[in-house]
């Protein structure tokens, strides 16, 4: 089927996989006795979580699924019973996923008790079975685990808050952040939920600094973008701003970094606006720069994109080039 | 008119606006067109009450042939590695036709058994517009999900062209994703939500056991979330969210 093209990109969510199930590069950058401890246990987790079930645990993982259909006053006991008798984290981290798919108080209660208690890999499965399943008082526990939480677990609760779809949490989550490491993440939540007005929020109370920028290009916000390309006092930030629109690539964000190059005030805003249309791959709008070039030193610059980006408008160009005329 | 252009009537999918205006029209006046469209309609209910729709090797085999036959007719270059650009149209409509295949191997299966691989697939024209995508039928997000585990099965990271087939695939997710909540179906999207970083790893990873391991966690997501619209099918009318 063909649906409405989602401003959610999987570029945060690849920063999710990457990183919040293991937190391992926030702990080695830490390289204390007690991080480099955490490091190793959550490189242990991740390679558990990344194997394949042995034959008991397949069948026990088998049995799991078809509680889905089962009474939830059935189901629960025995999930219940699995999480506290089952020697498998990888039996107990389905049997988590399955919890947080019933509909009843008990299944729910035993859940946010599981992110709540349980340590390691569990306590990130429970969290993001929490996320899944979407209930808005285990939801609002979130920020509390968040707050008291390592890395990994800080990075689960932001993948189930985005799974959630629970913007105003993660808001919340932004405007308590306690430094700029902490909240870039916080940000990277928010660009990949498309939370544009959230994010102006932010950028109006002077939170988040030249990584709002990043996170307005994920989010798609053309506007916002732009309003800092045209009007922000800083030209470092006016050149992001101007890059940023080539991540967001539409026709409108082409136009508006051809507008940005032809109106740029600083050679740093020009040379944004030309890496912007390289990440879009705008070779129209740098073919017609090429031709309008007035330097050399210009030309060359224009050139040096164009080579970059290859295809038939650069070929077109060298091939100019080669016999001294210009395409 | 052909029973595949009813069934793509009915999944609101692959069919031009002006097609759609003309079988509502027949429809409204021919009675027996109505009564192959509720067969076509019970079938698909029938289909959909399976829990596992297995399709034999050969046709899983074609679905890929013919989805990578599309994907190299219609599609750009692989993706950029660690940025993903917005997609132009024309690679859209990619995941439409790759939606309206498995549908229709699906359907196709159920009614013909072990078609002979030599048969081609019929194929309408994909042409979704904006007003057929208002609806979002259980057995194409059914046929997502089987489409998205038949390719994860031989999923080969080294080739370019299976990995860009998974991009498109992981963005088609992000569109049942969006369609589910608009559609107030949030149970829906958050599990499609969060099968998507699964997948992404999928694609980046390159230990064949771990990304094994993975494909084990999405297979049983998947299915869970199978069972579950069974669950909710049995209780209500099962063809759309």
């Not at chain 1, 732009?226 to 690539?249: C, E, F, M, P, V």
């Amino acid at each position: 089927m063909l649906l409405t093209n989602s401003r959610r990109t999987p570029l945060a969510v690849a920063f999710f996989a990457a990183s919040s199930l293991t937190g391992v590069a926030h702990a080695q950058a830490s390289a204390t006795p007690v991080a480099v401890q955490q490091a190793e246990q959550d490189a242990a987790q991740q390679r558990d979580r990344r194997r394949m079930p042995s034959d008991d645990e397949a069948l026990a993982i088998a049995a799991l699924r078809a509680l889905m259909s089962a009474p939830p006053e059935r189901a629960v006991p025995l999930i219940e019973r699995t999480l506290r008798l089952q020697k498998s984290d990888l039996v107990k981290a389905r049997a988590l996923f399955v919890l947080g798919q019933i509909n009843s108080q008990a299944a729910r209660m035993l859940l946010l008790k599981s992110a709540q208690e349980l340590s390691g890999r569990l306590q990130l499965e429970a969290i993001r079975s929490i996320g899944i399943g979407g209930d808005s008082g285990s939801i609002a526990a979130l920020p509390a685990i968040y707050a008291n939480g390592s890395p990994a677990v800080q990075g689960a609760v932001l993948e189930a808050l985005l799974i959630a779809d629970s913007k105003p949490m993660v808001m919340q989550l932004a405007l308590t952040a306690k430094n700029p490491k902490q909240l870039e993440p916080v940000l990277n939540t928010l660009a990949a939920m498309g939370a544009v007005e959230e994010l102006r929020q932010l950028g109006a109370r002077g939170i988040g600094g030249d990584k709002l920028v990043h996170a307005f290009a994920v989010a798609g916000d053309l506007a916002g973008l732009l309003n800092i390309a045209r009007t922000h006092a800083d030209s470092g930030l006016r050149a992001k701003a101007i890059r940023g629109l080539g991540i967001i690539g539409t026709p409108a964000a082409k136009a508006a970094m051809l507008e940005r190059y032809q109106n740029a005030k600083t050679a740093l805003e020009k040379s944004a606006a030309l890496e912007g249309m390289l990440i879009a791959n705008d070779q129209k709008s740098v073919l017609t720069l090429y031709r309008n070039s007035k330097t050399a030193a210009e030309k060359r610059e224009v050139f040096s994109t164009l080579s970059k980006m290859g295809g038939d408008a650069a070929l077109e160009a060298i091939d100019a080039a080669l016999q001294g005329q210009t395409p | 008119m052909t029973d595949d252009e009813l069934l793509l009537f009915h999944l609101s999918d692959g069919l031009s606006a002006e097609r759609v205006a003309q079988i509502q029209t027949a429809l409204a006046s021919d009675a027996d067109l109505r009564k192959r469209l509720a067969h076509l309609q019970a079938d698909l209910t029938t289909l959909n009450a399976k829990a596992d729709v297995a399709l034999p090797e050969p046709v899983q085999q074609r679905l890929q042939l013919k989805l990578r036959q599309l994907q190299s007719a219609s599609m750009a270059p692989a993706r950029a590695p660690f940025w993903h650009l917005p997609r132009t149209q024309s690679a859209w409509l990619l995941p439409a036709f790759a939606a309206s295949a498995g549908a229709l191997v699906m359907w196709l299966y159920t009614h013909q058994g072990a078609m002979p691989n030599t048969q081609p697939l019929a194929l309408a024209p994909a042409t979704a517009t904006s007003a057929q995508a208002q609806t979002m039928s259980l057995p194409a997000l059914r046929a997502h999900l089987l489409q998205t585990q038949t390719l994860l099965e031989t999923f080969d990271p080294t080739s370019s062209q299976e990995r860009a087939l998974l991009g498109e695939i992981i963005a088609q997710n992000q569109n049942y994703a969006a369609r589910a909540q608009q559609l107030g179906r949030a149970d829906l999207a958050r599990v499609l939500r969060a099968l998507e970083p699964v997948l992404v790893e999928v694609e980046n990873i390159n230990e064949p056991s771990a990304r094994a391991a993975l494909i084990e966690q999405f297979e049983f997501e998947a299915n869970s979330l199978q069972t579950k619209l069974q669950a909710r099918a049995s209780k209500q009318a099962p063809k759309t969210i």
